[in-house]
């Protein structure tokens, strides 16, 4: 397979992948946002007090976009820990880059269900796409720990 067996080009790959991933739900956000009566350019903060409060058509859709852009910042940087600890420790790159590989797909189909439902069954896909992504990130720093040692 050429590079993708003994280069990590994955991490300067992946990476603004998964930055791309974690703004699509703030883009979803911001199009519903337009979409109110408030001048969300000019009052950005109230154009999302009026888009989350109840009654407001879309609430629910606005909450979850932020609610999924929220955590997918929060989980950026844990990638990124993994993705240095792999290259301090020099792990496997053909490990590395099928670990972000399946944590980009992952993602994607949480940021889908995340913006899609918000409860019944494929609340628990999303929950178990979030599960599944972060056991990689982890299994990442486990790697780059016994890789060191």
């Not at 603004?16 to 519903?32: D, E, G, H, N």
């Not at 240095?84 to 992952?106: R, S, T, Y």
């Not at 993602?107 to 178990?128: D, H, K, M, Q, T």
């Amino acid at each position: 397979m050429g590079n993708f067996d003994n280069s990590y080009i994955m991490i300067p790959v992946g990476v603004p992948i998964y930055w791309f991933l974690v703004m699509t739900a703030s883009f979803a956000r911001a199009k519903r946002l337009v979409a109110t009566d408030t001048d969300s350019a000019a009052e950005p903060r109230l154009a999302q007090k009026v888009a989350m409060s109840e009654g407001t058509p879309g609430a629910d859709f606005v909450r979850r976009a932020t609610a999924a852009h929220q955590n997918g910042w929060e989980n950026f940087t844990v990638l990124i820990s993994a993705c240095l600890a792999a290259l301090i420790g020099k792990v496997d790159p053909k490990f590395v880059n099928i670990m972000i590989v399946f944590i980009l797909v992952l993602r994607f189909f949480y940021n889908i269900f995340y913006l899609a439902v918000s409860e019944g069954p494929l609340s628990f896909v999303r929950s178990l796409a979030f599960t599944i992504s972060m056991a990689l990130v982890w299994a990442i720093w486990v790697k780059s720990c016994i890789e060191v040692m």
